[in-house]
């Protein structure tokens, strides 16, 4: 008998505790207008393969260099330099 009442009150307690931090969430969502992420935008940039190792890299922290065929990104300036030598 007793353990039932525990549970229950353990029940709605967690209950409560979980519509608490909901209206908290909202509240304070609501105070607070949306902000943009801030960083690099790592998310939904493509990723690039190095032509020299084969190494994926993001266009916005990789070297560059440009061609008759494009841009190429590199890993690093090693690896840009050793395709400048082709
Ligand atoms: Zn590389």
Redesign the pocket.
Known sequence: MLARFLIWALFLLVVWRALRSLFAGVVQGASRPPVPPAGPPEKGEMMVR?P??G?FVLPSRAVSARDRNGTHY???D??RHAYQQH
Do not use: G, Y
Request: glycine letters at 0%; aromatic letters at 12%.
């Open positions: 190095d020299v190792c190494t590199f890993c690093s090693r690896c």
